[in-house]
């Protein structure tokens, strides 16, 4: 499988808008849920192409823990599918034939999953009034987060990773839209220039509605950290040396703040009858 990944709000629903335009084999409902209506189609009116599978293909998701169906890697490559960073990381290898990720600026995701959070309890609002308001991590911390935990999965697992920022898909679609489809294509994917153009012309840099240029949220020397891991993407510098160096330093130094956060999160979760998040369940089987 080829998995389209990023911290939401980074354009994986573009990337599978422009899949589904190409006519890939991808996996996951335009409207899943009851997303279809309410308020947050808001969040993403072409469509957001989501499946189980978003949480990633592991054993809480591999078999469907309601059909009981199983999923064999061999069926399944060449596919497209949509999965969060977190999927990525816990996704069994022998599932992964490339990652296709994007990471946006990181002020500009703060500002963009606010409104998503905004649309969401709106929806809850009016479908489960007496539901409460999930805790959640802030922005700033989950970008950093979800990042690191990307390039950290990938160093360790090898796989193959296209990784651009979301700025650079909307300013260029054809360079960057045509370097997914290569890796496709070096993989055995059977892809014609017909369906490349459609892909690109189903990236709509329109639908970008939150630019943020100014955050306090974070220190001002964490918040230069970000910025430079986000431009050294854009450039397409490696991510080593120096620049690997603080980023481990400066992971070291969040890391506590956000596990709480997390630990409370799931607890809280599970006290109130939830189903628990996939990281509370690969966290049981481990102990």
């Given amino acids: 499988m080829f ?24 996996l996951g409902e335009q409207f899943p849920k009851n997303w279809g209506g309410g308020a947050l189609r808001q969040a993403n009116e072409d469509g957001f192409f989501e499946s189980i599978f978003r949480d990633g293909v592991f054993f809480g998701t591999n078999p469907h823990p ?7 890697a061999d069926a399944m490559r060449g596919r497209i599918v949509k999965v ?11 599932y992964v034939e490339g ?49 690191f935990a990307l390039l950290r999965d990938q160093s360790l697992r090898g796989y193959p990773l296209l990784l651009q920022t979301y700025e650079q898909v909307l300013a260029d679609p054809a360079t960057h839209v045509g370097r997914a489809f ?30 943020a240029r100014h955050s306090d949220s974070v220190e001002p020397h964490i918040a230069q950290i970000f910025d430079d891991l986000h431009g050294a993407i854009e450039r397409g510098h490696a ?36 189903p628990p998040p996939p990281a509370f369940m690969l966290a049981a089987s481990m102990s």
């Fill in 182 to 211: 290569a890796m496709l294509r070096e993989r055995g994917v059977t892809i014609d220039d017909g369906q490349i153009d459609a892909a690109v012309a189903a990236v709509k840099p329109s639908a970008r509605t939150q630019i």
């Fill in 66 to 72: 309601d059909t009981g169906e199983y999923l064999h």
């Fill in 3 to 26: 998995l389209v990944s990023g911290t939401k709000r980074s354009g994986t629903s573009m990337w599978m808008q422009a899949f589904a335009a190409a006519g890939c084999d991808i």
């Fill in 99 to 147: 990652v296709i990720a994007n990471v946006r600026a990181w002020r500009d995701y703060e500002a963009s999953v606010a409104r998503l959070w905004a649309l969401e309890d709106a929806q809850r609002a009016v479908e489960a009034p007496n539901v409460p308001v999930p805790m959640r991590i802030p922005g700033a911390l989950e970008w950093w987060a979800e990042n």
């Fill in 239 to 274: 991510v080593d040396g120096s620049l690997l160096r603080t980023l481990v330093e400066t992971q070291r130094e969040l890391m506590p703040q956000i596990n709480d956060i997390k630990i409370e999160r799931a607890r809280r979760m599970v006290v109130a009858g939830g």
């Fill in 84 to 94: 969060f960073v977190p999927g990525v990381v816990r996704t069994e290898l022998g």
